[in-house]
């Protein structure tokens, strides 16, 4: 009863590092997002994909690139990393693009930039 | 464009004590969805309730109960008898039919139930 599993846990980076956040859903899920969450904050939408090979800009997606090479991955990459980039990563999936649909979260990815 | 707004940051109250969280949105369509979903401790986002926009019947699920009111945009909800393990961040929020699917976030709302 894996739902959405997301890679790694935990990440401590130096300024200008590169690194790569992985989800992963078993759900056969079109739709898959990747959220940051500051503190005191909502979650705020970074990209998001509406199904295999399609990515989208969301609300804050500068400093972020994404891929979805295959239906039940998503993966989002920290280029340069910065410490404004330090917050808590959320990967979420949904079945369709329909509203009435919730979102099924993984238990997010820890990240600070020194 | 939409946006959710719970105004309250944090709210503590003491163990069996009803307590109530809030949560406004704005949004130009008229068919949209809200959620809340719950934010315990160890980190993971829980869906706890959806409400669809020509719905505005309350519902009431063991001890959470949902208060749907179009007029005022608010989607409230009241948790009775608050026990320990309901301490967590809980968020309200809004999707739209023409949105893609994405949804709009709350800032969220700390509850800390005291033993």
């Known amino acids: 009863n894996a739902g959405v599993t997301q890679t790694p846990k935990f990440r401590v980076l130096k300024t200008g590092q590169s690194m790569t956040l992985l989800c992963a859903q078993d759900m056969n899920h079109e739709y898959m997002y990747w959220y940051r969450q500051d503190p005191g904050m909502g979650l705020r939408l970074i990209h998001y994909?509406?199904?295999?090979?399609?990515?989208a800009k969301g609300e804050v997606p500068d400093g972020y690139n994404v891929s979805r090479l295959k239906k039940q991955n998503f993966l989002l990459g920290l280029e340069s990393a910065a410490p404004s980039q330090t917050s808590v990563y959320f990967c979420?999936?949904?079945?369709?693009?329909?509203?009435?649909?919730?979102?099924?979260f993984g238990d997010g990815t820890r990240l600070s930039i020194l | 464009a939409q946006k959710v707004t719970q105004a309250q940051t944090e709210i503590s109250v003491v163990e069996k004590e009803d307590v109530t969280l809030d949560c406004v949105y704005e949004t130009r369509d008229t068919t949209y969805y809200l959620f809340w979903y719950k934010q315990p401790p160890s980190g993971e986002l829980v869906f706890l309730i959806r409400r669809n926009s020509f719905d505005e019947q309350n519902e009431i699920s063991g001890r959470y109960s949902w208060n749907f009111q179009k007029s005022t945009s608010s989607f409230n909800f009241t948790i009775t008898a608050s026990q320990v393990v309901d301490s967590a961040v809980y968020f309200c929020?809004?999707?739209?039919?023409?949105?893609?699917?994405?949804?709009?976030f709350g800032d969220g709302t700390t509850l800390t139930v005291k033993p």
């Open positions: 979420a999936s949904r079945e369709t693009g329909r509203s009435n649909q919730p979102q099924h």
């Open positions: 929020a809004l999707s739209e039919i023409t949105n893609a699917g994405k949804s709009t």
């Open positions: 994909s509406v199904g295999e090979g399609t990515t």
